[in-house]
């Protein structure tokens, strides 16, 4: 395989919080990838709905092994997600605003003795320019957007439009149609179509059912019919993942 041949994954488990009628399934999701020895990200809602903050016992005891300190694979998924319907916003605070919101965020982590993200991930998957500032003067060192990833610190963006997701709606009945859109991009891939950095967003509360053997099935067959590499935000960082 040559260089400019490789295919990189990036999984992520949205929206794991402390909301437990959602951790179940969110722990389920995790098991299964961790069982295809596939690396990942999660994506952790410190104060959910405003109501379920992550603490000890209400969180990190349900998933300690899976945040352990050689899988730095944490993004901070803005501070409470949604409230009365709306969701959480990152794209018109002022970088002040942004500032005190995501320092809440990471304080709740650091109570619950969760390592401090380096990666920021917005509900609304939109970016300000004053988010951005923020995010950079606060030391992260990745966002993910709708159409992109930014190395902050480096000033990159690359972008990525490729990406399988199975929450179109928040409802996992009416997400069902995922299933087949999915399936067809999976296809197109096998068939040679080839994005160079593939995102695959599990959103376990809220994926239909049935989705979570398709995404290990299409997981497994992107390693190993489409050469495809997991990797996690960190090894971004790490590594000049791909001449950036
Ligand atoms: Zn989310």
């Known amino acids: 395989m040559t260089y400019h041949s490789k295919k990189i994954g990036i999984i992520t488990i949205h929206d794991v919080s402390a909301f437990q009628d959602h951790l179940s399934n969110t722990i389920e999701t995790m098991k299964r990838i961790e069982e295809a020895s596939v690396k990942y990200n999660i994506a952790i ?22 945040i352990m300190k050689d899988k730095p694979n944490i993004a901070l998924h803005g501070l409470y997600h949604e409230y009365r319907h ?16 995501i320092a809440k965020g990471l304080a709740i982590l650091k109570e619950a003795d969760i390592q401090q993200p380096k990666v920021f991930i917005p509900p609304a998957w939109h970016i300000s320019p004053s988010t951005a500032e923020a995010l950079h003067d606060m030391g992260f060192d990745v966002s993910e ?3 992109k990833i930014d190395l902050i610190q480096r000033d990159i963006a690359i ?7 199975w929450d179109i709606s928040g409802d996992s009945e009416q997400n069902k149609p995922a299933i087949k859109q999915n399936q067809e991009i999976y296809d197109k ?16 509360p ?4 049935e989705a979570l053997d398709q995404q290990l099935e299409i997981i497994q067959g992107l390693e190993s019919e489409a050469g495809y590499i997991f990797k996690t935000y960190d090894d971004f960082v790490k590594e000049d993942i791909y001449g950036y």
Not at 86 to 101: A, F, H, N, R
Not at 189 to 204: C, D, V
């Open 189 to 204: 891939i096998i068939q040679g179509f080839k994005p160079t950095i593939l995102r695959i967003a599990l959103h376990p």
């Open 45 to 66: 809602i410190p104060n959910y709905l405003k109501k379920y903050p992550v603490t000890k016992d209400t969180f990190s005891i349900f998933i300690d092994k899976y």
């Open 145 to 147: 957007s709708l159409d």
């Open 206 to 209: 809220h994926d239909p059912p």
């Open 86 to 101: 709306s969701v959480e916003d990152y794209y018109t605070l002022t970088t002040k605003e942004t500032k005190e919101e």
């Open 159 to 165: 972008v990525t439009q490729q990406v399988m997701n």
